[in-house]
């Protein structure tokens, strides 16, 4: 059965909305009417691509945090011993969000038609990825679905939280130069000039300082829109040039080398690849399956590629940590607990002991660089501000040695 949407009029005349399950339209119409409704519309919850079997959606109906508590919800009730399909109705009927509501009916249809949750969710791709639709199948095979939607859970739980950490971290510092930027380039290029406009009809020389800044605030009022525009179009193009895949690889291993953010950039990423891998093995999914699932969560091309690589080598034969052991983007710390893991046979406890501890050296180094910028930038700006006032009032106070 299809999930339809529908808008009607009831007796009173008022339009209604809502969700209706039927083989086709014309059944949908009917059902619509045997409710006392008449039906003014009536059309599909989504669109499908042709030759693809995916579903569109006009927009996103879960974002992260949403499609953490959805799946945290979805994982209770299955976990509860409650049938599939009787949990997706639950959580469609308790729905506020439209977007979300039609999700979750087109879902549950699926299900109906007797196709397995995970390629239901595969209809979806732009909702669910690949990671979560692979360990979906595996709890499927396995029959604990309710066991590893918890797992993905809290995954998706403490991937949101590093990444809020991090963001959070960086956000200070961020706000403080843009204030910054903004009180700076107000002085230079309207005060300054104002202030030192008094004193340009004067025959004694001004001092060097104020005469630089004269040249700087000359300088960004004739210049600095283009200073502008060029700064817009040169991020355009570095947008267009990161879509070619080989740039971007290089961009990106370039990025790896910056002090201090390339080892976030490498331990964010290593964390990343490490959790998913953990979830994936430990949900079953085979080992060559769960590393091509991890290498493309990894947002860094270059550790990608590594990725990548070291995938064919264990193809080959050759062991995880071997494997990861030839790549030196990737931490020492990840192939040494994949070593460990392999050797006591317990491969997915060891990957996650590693996804936490490099989260955790991810949040350390962030928060030290916070508390080291936060100072900095107020000095700077202070600087800033202090130059550009001793331009001012230089000229102020030889104007007074002047007239004594």
Same mark, same amino acid.
């Given at each position: 059965m299809t999930a339809f949407k529908f808008e009607a009029l009831d007796a009173a005349g008022k339009t209604s909305t809502g969700l209706i399950e039927a083989d086709h339209a014309k059944a949908a119409r009917a059902a619509v009417r045997a409710q006392g409704l008449v039906p003014l519309s009536v059309s599909p919850v989504s669109s499908s691509d042709a030759g693809t079997g995916q579903m569109r959606f006009s927009r996103r109906a879960f974002n992260a945090a949403g499609l953490t508590?959805?799946?945290?919800?979805?994982a209770g009730l299955v976990g509860s011993g409650l049938p599939?399909?009787?949990?997706?109705?639950?959580?469609?009927? /308790?729905? /506020?969000?439209? *977007?979300?509501? /039609?999700?979750?009916a087109h879902l549950k249809s699926e299900v109906n038609a007797g196709s397995p949750f995970a390629r239901a969710? *595969?209809?979806?791709?732009?909702?669910?990825?690949?990671v979560y639709r692979a360990v979906v199948a595996a709890g499927e095979a396995s029959g604990a679905l309710g066991v590893v939607l918890e797992k993905l859970a809290d995954d998706l739980e403490e991937r949101q939280a590093l990444k809020a950490k991090l963001m959070g971290a960086m956000l200070y510092p961020a706000i403080v130069s843009l204030i910054a930027v903004v009180i700076v380039a107000f002085l230079v290029t309207y005060v300054v000039p104002q202030v030192a406009s008094v004193f340009n009809n004067g025959k004694r020389a001004l001092p060097g300082l104020t005469v630089a800044m004269l040249a700087l605030s000359d300088f960004a009022r004739s210049y600095g829109l283009l200073v502008l525009l060029g700064l817009g179009a040169g991020g355009? *193009?570095?947008?267009?040039?990161?879509?070619?895949?080989?740039?971007? /690889?290089?961009?990106d291993a370039g990025l790896l080398q910056v002090p201090l953010f390339g080892r976030l950039t490498r331990g964010y990423n290593a964390a990343r690849f490490a959790g998913t891998l953990a979830m994936l093995a430990g949900a079953g999914v085979p080992i060559l399956k769960a590393l091509q699932a991890a290498a493309e969560t990894l947002g860094n091309r270059a550790m990608r590629a590594d990725a990548m690589d070291a995938l064919v080598q264990v193809r080959e034969g050759a062991p995880?940590?071997?494997?990861l052991a030839g790549k030196k983007r990737f931490p020492g710390l990840l192939a040494m607990f994949s070593r460990l893991g392999e050797q006591t046979g317990q491969l997915p406890v060891m990957l996650d002991r590693a996804a936490r501890q490099l989260g955790n050296e991810v949040?350390?180094?962030?928060?030290?660089?916070?508390?080291?910028?936060e100072p900095l930038l107020i000095v700077g700006m202070g600087l800033m501000v202090m130059a550009i006032v001793l331009a001012v009032l230089l000229p102020i106070m030889q104007l007074n040695t002047w007239v004594k």
């Amino acid at each position: 059965m299809t999930a339809f949407k529908f808008e009607a009029l009831d007796a009173a005349g008022k339009t209604s909305t809502g969700l209706i399950e039927a083989d086709h339209a014309k059944a949908a119409r009917a059902a619509v009417r045997a409710q006392g409704l008449v039906p003014l519309s009536v059309s599909p919850v989504s669109s499908s691509d042709a030759g693809t079997g995916q579903m569109r959606f006009s927009r996103r109906a879960f974002n992260a945090a949403g499609l953490t508590v959805w799946t945290r919800q979805l994982a209770g009730l299955v976990g509860s011993g409650l049938p599939l399909e009787r949990a997706l109705t639950a959580l469609a009927d /308790e729905c /506020e969000h439209p *977007g979300q509501r /039609e999700l979750i009916a087109h879902l549950k249809s699926e299900v109906n038609a007797g196709s397995p949750f995970a390629r239901a969710l *595969g209809s979806a791709p732009r909702e669910f990825d690949d990671v979560y639709r692979a360990v979906v199948a595996a709890g499927e095979a396995s029959g604990a679905l309710g066991v590893v939607l918890e797992k993905l859970a809290d995954d998706l739980e403490e991937r949101q939280a590093l990444k809020a950490k991090l963001m959070g971290a960086m956000l200070y510092p961020a706000i403080v130069s843009l204030i910054a930027v903004v009180i700076v380039a107000f002085l230079v290029t309207y005060v300054v000039p104002q202030v030192a406009s008094v004193f340009n009809n004067g025959k004694r020389a001004l001092p060097g300082l104020t005469v630089a800044m004269l040249a700087l605030s000359d300088f960004a009022r004739s210049y600095g829109l283009l200073v502008l525009l060029g700064l817009g179009a040169g991020g355009v *193009g570095l947008s267009f040039a990161l879509r070619n895949e080989a740039f971007r /690889e290089r961009f990106d291993a370039g990025l790896l080398q910056v002090p201090l953010f390339g080892r976030l950039t490498r331990g964010y990423n290593a964390a990343r690849f490490a959790g998913t891998l953990a979830m994936l093995a430990g949900a079953g999914v085979p080992i060559l399956k769960a590393l091509q699932a991890a290498a493309e969560t990894l947002g860094n091309r270059a550790m990608r590629a590594d990725a990548m690589d070291a995938l064919v080598q264990v193809r080959e034969g050759a062991p995880l940590a071997a494997a990861l052991a030839g790549k030196k983007r990737f931490p020492g710390l990840l192939a040494m607990f994949s070593r460990l893991g392999e050797q006591t046979g317990q491969l997915p406890v060891m990957l996650d002991r590693a996804a936490r501890q490099l989260g955790n050296e991810v949040q350390r180094r962030a928060m030290a660089l916070a508390t080291i910028l936060e100072p900095l930038l107020i000095v700077g700006m202070g600087l800033m501000v202090m130059a550009i006032v001793l331009a001012v009032l230089l000229p102020i106070m030889q104007l007074n040695t002047w007239v004594k």
